[in-house]
């Protein structure tokens, strides 16, 4: 068996113990070492084994990874995801679908000061959700605008998956943040365009709710400048060069925790628990981190990526086309893994192959991600679409997913903008670096 054929039978053999339910950290490192002791024998295996978890997680950058989380997780218990939703529905909520469009643009300003899909479902759903279900939405709505609106935390900056993008890839993480700006922006507008679509030929499904008046519009903008303040402090500093990524980060999490400080929910309780979550997720993604590096070390010695790379040489395949076929690839893929396990199993591989092709890794990283949201709300495996399922009892997932068709296209007709004209990805970083 060559190596190379032995490479893509380790990459199955991961798809496989995933799609089983193996958590993705075990997956990849145990595929990874059985494979490294295939090639090198014990003495190889010996030595990857005892250097890269500690080399796959120690370096500075990665530093950045538990700050954004940290971030979010004081975002969520300072009660912002409300003051939000109460900002953007005193303006818009009195029209026919109102409260959805509400819902996608408080999940798309959330998502700038939390990184997490899965945490701007939960924390997003909690008060979106009783808000439409008490004004007669019909539930495939606003389910599936939760779920989709969620979506939005993964490629707004900061993005937990940029990060991780960008340290796979040696890529400018302040880069891939700054081209995610219009992109986020763009999904959000699209977001609201299918459900003001959808509506216009069903009224019946989104009722207008009552008119606030202009005294607690005033009120409730009130509410929202910090968070308006602290992502303009993260994401301009980034843009004009006074902080470093890792800097903002740290700015961002103590930010977030006076916010929650003086938003009177900061209890001793909460601070534990905000404790234990940040630690949670961030020893979840190092861990994930290290399983991935073992499988690259893997994939590396298979010499898998470089016959990719032939083989696209000898078929005379253009960028354009073998950027189609990656998009397809992921999009099939979507359907069957979380957004984190895609990126970790497959940018090692993939990326030399952008490279080879003179394909910019930013505007790469912009669309790898775009397609990882879709794959968050692509039956049957979408997570956003279990996690809104939980935050609304008694719903089925057949309802959640009955409605989450036109945002589905909504995502489609962005990465067809995207891939069409990269300068909406590529434009903003090439006026801030």
């Not at 005379?316 to 990656?326: A, K, N, R, S």
């Not at 979507?334 to 490279?355: E, Q, R, W």
């Not at 903008?417 to 300068?423: A, H, K, S």
């Amino acid at each position: 068996m060559s190596d190379a054929i032995l490479g893509i039978f380790g990459f199955v053999a991961a798809l496989t113990l995933i799609g089983f339910g193996v958590p993705v950290a075990v997956s990849m490192g145990v595929i990874g070492a059985l494979g490294y002791w295939y090639l090198n024998g014990w003495t190889g295996v010996s030595y990857i084994l005892g250097s890269s978890p500690f080399e796959s997680i120690f370096p500075y950058s990665f530093s950045v990874i538990p700050l954004f989380v940290m971030m979010g997780v004081f975002a969520s218990h300072a009660g912002l995801s409300r003051s939000l939703f109460n900002v953007i529905n005193s303006f818009i909520g009195h029209r026919k679908g109102g409260l959805a469009v509400t819902t996608v643009g408080a999940s798309a300003l959330f998502g700038a000061i939390c990184g997490s899909s899965l945490a701007t479902v939960a924390t997003i759903g909690r008060v979106a959700l009783p808000e439409m279900k008490r004004h007669g939405y019909d539930p495939s709505l606003s389910t599936a605008t939760v779920a989709a609106g969620g979506t939005l935390g993964v490629l707004i900056p900061p993005s937990i998956l940029l990060v991780i993008y960008g340290l796979l890839t040696q890529s400018s993480v302040g880069q891939l943040f700054i081209a995610a700006l219009i992109p986020g922006i763009l999904g959000a507008a699209l977001y609201a365009a299918a459900i003001m679509v959808r509506v216009y030929f069903r009224p019946d499904l989104a009722p207008a709710a009552e008119r606030t008046p202009w005294r607690d519009r005033l009120r409730y903008l009130g509410q929202v400048w910090q968070v308006v303040l602290l992502f303009a402090v993260v994401i301009g500093g980034i843009y004009i060069g006074f902080f470093s990524p890792t800097e903002a980060a740290a700015v961002g999490a103590v930010g977030a925790f006076v916010l929650a400080l003086f938003s009177g929910q900061m209890t001793q309780n909460a601070l534990k628990e905000s404790i234990y979550e940040t630690a949670g997720l961030t020893g979840m993604i190092f861990f994930i981190l290290i399983g991935a590096a073992l499988f690259n070390f893997f994939l590396e010695n298979t010499g898998l990526p470089q016959l990719l790379i032939e083989q696209i040489r000898s078929a005379g395949l253009g960028p354009t086309m073998v950027l189609f076929l990656i998009v397809l690839f992921y999009l099939v893929l979507g359907c069957f893994m979380d957004a984190m396990s895609m990126i970790l199993l497959t940018v090692p591989l993939l990326a030399p192959v952008a490279l080879e092709l003179d394909i910019n890794l930013i505007w790469f990283g912009i669309i790898v991600v775009t397609v990882a949201e879709i794959g968050l709300i692509t039956p049957p495996i979408g997570m956003n679409l279990f996690v809104v399922q939980a935050a609304s009892p008694g719903t089925q997932l057949s309802t959640v997913v009955k409605g989450i068709l036109p945002f589905i296209l909504a995502d489609v007709v962005r990465l067809a903008l995207l891939i069409v004209f990269p300068t909406i990805a590529l434009w903003l970083p090439a006026q801030a670096f």
